[in-house]
């Protein structure tokens, strides 16, 4: 894949004109899929895709198409042939652009994750062993994903990285359901296998009689599947420039210095080591961003366009100013503690449908869904029906907030729109002193 790519940029690079300018971005995958249900192999497939982004600028405009390649080599020369002269003809008609900005730099970025992917056969018998007798449905993905960039200023990027991601639901009998999720990059038997336990152990708490609590404020411990939720509402917008300069950002009293978290909350953007490669869309080399250390903002992530608009230097964020590889950092709880360490309270596996209640205060509402259990004097009691929160962040991860788990879990992103995403987010569970439930 990485030659296929070579020779597209050389092409386009002979192709250029006078004044002209390009980016060219590629990205491709050739994965495997196999959906499950009741622990059978329902639908099973390979997807081998591969696509262009072409960028032409000249005299301060700038246009792009994406192109579909094909892997023959004379048809995908043609469609970018093609592509570049329906952008020549596209630019004169745009207005000039004020705030395109070009990184010159002829940088070089080359990453290569190639860990061995777990054979089919070792995946679907791990599962038939120990969930076999059990009504799992679920997806496995798996395989190589490459991103590449190039420019006519002579940059080049290129990352491909193997990784698996295998996500499932345990149903009971009584129509509540166990969700879990095991993915990453270096496969490990004994840690697919303790998941699937640890899911089955949860799936015997859904069968006792279900708790009813009322609305109140609850001692509560969420899991680092349920804390991705939380730092997924952060990342729109969150850390964003564009959206901080605007004041539309959910931590712009965090970094208006006018609120903090909890002296444990250290979020980072964590690149290096990760799924995405070390260069964004937009064509510029990412390092590793402190976003909030010890409760206090640090930077923000700037694209190019931000930069150039409210006078910043970029430091390689998308245009979507998004984090691609969110790091909170660990804390002093014991995974083997946990219960003990609530004592009384919420045990809290996946929160759902979330969404700001009061973006200004980095308020929060959204359901609790799959496992939430109450927890007396250390010991589960039983399901919880489904209740809505709505809570700060400045309340969970900042006053309320008791401690973070030692063990994180690496929770890459599951979506598949297009393509398989190269998004993670490495995560601990959270401890919290109160979570206020509203109904």
């Known amino acids: 894949m990485k030659h296929a790519f070579e020779t597209l940029v050389g092409e386009v690079h002979a192709a250029l004109q006078a004044g002209e300018q390009f980016t060219l971005g590629y990205s491709a995958e050739q994965s495997q899929f196999v959906r499950f249900n009741h ?9 081998s895709q591969a696509s262009a982004q072409l960028r032409l600028v000249r005299d301060g405009r700038q246009a792009e198409q994406q192109v579909t390649l094909s892997g023959d080599v004379q048809l995908d020369r043609q469609r970018l042939n ?13 207005a000039l652009d004020p705030y395109l900005r070009l990184d010159e730099n002829a940088w070089h970025s080359h990453s290569l994750q190639e860990p061995p992917l777990p054979a089919l056969n070792e ?25 590449g960039f190039a420019s006519s200023f002579g940059a080049f990027g290129w990352h491909q990285a193997n990784s698996f991601n295998v996500d499932w639901s345990l149903f009971h009998d009584n129509g509540q359901a166990v969700k879990a999720n095991y993915a990453g990059q270096a496969w490990s038997a004994d840690d697919f296998t303790a998941r699937l336990r640890q899911a089955r152990e949860q799936l015997g708490f859904l069968g006792r009689p279900a708790v009813t609590l009322k609305p109140g404020t609850y001692r509560a411990y969420l899991a680092p599947a349920a804390m991705d939720e939380v730092a997924g509402m952060l990342c729109w917008g969150g850390f964003s420039a564009q959206a901080l300069a605007t004041g539309n950002s959910a931590l712009q009293r965090l ?6 978290l909890s002296p444990l909350v250290s979020f980072t953007e964590q690149v290096s080591g ?7 869309d937009e064509g510029a080399p990412r390092l590793d961003v402190p976003l909030i250390q010890q409760g ?11 930069a150039a608009e409210f006078e910043l230097q970029a430091n390689g964020a998308d245009g979507y100013e998004s984090p691609c590889a969110l790091s909170l950092a660990p804390g002093n709880l014991a995974s083997a503690q946990i219960l003990e360490r609530l004592g009384t309270g919420l045990y809290i596996s996946n929160l759902w449908y979330l969404n700001y209640s009061d973006l200004p205060a980095a308020r929060m509402t959204g359901l609790t869904r799959f496992a939430t259990f109450w927890v007396e004097d250390g010991q589960i009691q039983g399901p919880v029906s489904t ?25 890459l992103s599951t979506s598949t729109y297009g393509q398989r995403s190269t998004g993670s987010s490495h995560l601990p569970g959270a401890l919290v002193k109160g979570l206020t439930l509203t109904l």
């Not at 622990?39 to 997807?47: D, F, L, S």
């Not at 679907?124 to 991103?147: N, T």
């Not at 990760?274 to 964004?280: K, T």
């Open 274 to 280: 990760s799924l995405s490669p070390a260069f964004s």
């Open 255 to 260: 970094y208006n210095g006018d609120a903090r």
């Open 123 to 147: 995946v679907l018998a791990l599962l038939e062993r120990e969930a076999g007798d059990l009504d799992l449905v679920g997806i496995y993905a798996a395989g190589p994903v490459c991103r």
């Open 39 to 47: 622990a059978k192999v329902r639908q099973a497939g390979e997807v």
């Open 296 to 306: 206090e903002a640090r930077q923000r992530l700037i694209s190019a366009r931000s």
């Open 387 to 411: 209740m809505r929160f709505d809570d700060s962040l400045y309340s969970l991860l900042g006053s309320q907030l008791e401690d973070l788990t030692q063990e994180r879990e690496m929770i």
């Open 82 to 94: 093609v592509a570049l002269e329906q952008l020549r003809q596209t630019l004169p008609l745009l």
